[in-house]
């Protein structure tokens, strides 16, 4: 009898820590082993960027096994009224908002609205017969074209293989025919309603083929108005009652609250080095995400802060469920964390960048791990093999230093002693 209890108890207690965890802090670093000492590096490399007036400030933001153990704020929010940066602080995380839609649009393929391979004009009329540059104008940007030689597909969309390019990143012609059409930058566009912008980006031409390779491009946004086509609601609203309020994200939006604007950080330019005040990142005003606009870029247009979007990735490290709440199942995260295999560019799954056995020993996250970034300096990744959640937020556009990422990365997996 005594050996049936002890095997129940340790069934109960193995049980018990395999349960989904929400974030919560660390008594110390050292009870989910990781070195509080050693930690203390990431401090010094922050301050030495802030020294050399590289960065403003950053936000960090670690957590292993569920537990928060380095969370902190250093430097500036607004350099030139000297506000010190704190840490529920809001950064525009600019491509960081692709994972969140690639979630959003996850959430709907469960419920059966489409299959991944269906054709996107089978939603959106629009994108029905699409075309592919040939030549293209200069002097007046006129252009020719030639039939794709398929359909583009959801999946296509997901994986930044569909050959839609981005409108002020992208290549001059692209640049040029975008701008022509008006279709924006995919960041604050206020004045403009994302339904009527991805109708006409659905007219235009293709850099390739459907399928052919990887380009970087307004694909997010686009899904985010299939959210809308098949939710029946805003882009926004769907976020916040099936993402945003269920994860206990509550400083995410597109457009802040009157109330919430006052913690959003300003924004610098760091082309030169030295930074400096941004004035138009992408041809939209540096404090977009105060106005009060009806574009909803999926691929670019979030705000955040590290806390909030540490929840959305600890949310994936519990395979689907978080706060007592399950968004997706454990067969589609994995879905989404598989390599889809895409020319002209390294491993990436639907709405993520792997570490897989084809890129292994570039960086020193594990097999498994899944990371991004977005243009104005912040990064996130998380490894399921280490159970940590990592994030770094400096907002600087046109940064120098893009390796303080990578940097922070290593500072923090230095600092495992199990």
């Known amino acids: 009898m005594r050996h049936v209890l002890f095997i129940l108890f340790a069934l109960i207690s193995i049980g018990a820590i395999a349960q989904p965890k929400n974030l919560t802090p660390a008594n110390k670093a050292e009870e989910v082993g990781l070195s509080s000492q050693r930690l203390q590096r990431i401090d010094a490399m922050v301050e030495e960027h802030i020294k050399s007036k590289l960065i403003p400030g950053a936000a960090v933001f670690i957590a292993r096994n569920g537990k928060v153990v380095y969370h902190k704020a250093y430097g500036f929010s607004n350099v030139e009224k000297n506000t010190p940066l704190k ?21 709907l393929w469960e419920e059966g609205k489409f299959l991944l391979d269906d054709p996107i004009s089978k939603f959106i009329p629009e994108f029905k017969n699409p075309t592919v540059l040939k030549t293209f104008n200069e002097k007046d940007s006129s252009y020719t074209t030639e039939p794709a030689r398929s359909e583009i597909t959801i999946r296509q969309l997901l994986t930044h293989s569909s050959g839609i390019d981005y409108a002020v990143i992208g290549t001059k012609e692209f640049k040029a025919i975008f701008a022509k059409a008006g279709v924006p930058s995919g960041i604050g566009s206020n004045n403009m309603k994302l339904g009527d912008k991805m109708k006409i980006l659905g007219k235009l031409p293709l850099k390739h083929h459907p ?3 990887w380009t970087y491009g307004l694909n997010n946004d686009v899904l985010g108005y299939l959210v809308e086509v098949l939710s029946g609601i805003s882009f926004d609203k769907f976020l916040k009652q099936r993402i945003f309020d269920p994860l206990g994200m509550k400083d995410t939006y597109f457009y ?13 330019d760091g082309s030169e080095g030295a930074i400096k005040k941004a004035a138009s990142p992408f041809n939209e005003v540096a404090d977009y995400p ?15 802060t590290v806390e909030d979007y540490a929840k959305f990735l600890q949310l994936f490290l519990n395979k689907g469920e978080y706060n007592g709440v399950r968004l997706i199942s454990r067969k589609t995260v994995e879905l989404m964390h598989t390599d889809q295999k895409i020319k002209e560019t390294g491993p990436v799954g639907l709405g993520f960048g792997l570490e897989t056995d084809t890129n292994d020993g570039n960086s ?25 959640v990592g994030l770094i937020y400096t907002n600087v556009y046109q940064t120098q230093v893009w390796s303080i990422g990578e940097k922070f990365k290593v500072l923090t997996y230095q600092s495992i002693i199990d």
């Open 87 to 107: 840490k529920d602080d809001i950064f525009r995380i600019a491509s960081q908002s692709k994972a969140i839609t690639a979630l959003a649009v996850m959430i």
């Open 211 to 213: 399928g052919e390779r």
């Open 256 to 268: 802040l609250p009157t109330e919430k604007q006052s913690r959003l950080v300003a924004l610098y």
């Open 290 to 304: 105060t106005l009060n606009g009806t574009y909803f870029s999926g691929g670019a247009g979030l705000s955040s």
């Open 364 to 388: 020193v996250l594990s097999l498994g791990s899944f990371s991004w970034g977005g243009a104005f300096n912040t990064h996130y990744w998380a490894d399921p093999q280490e159970k940590l």
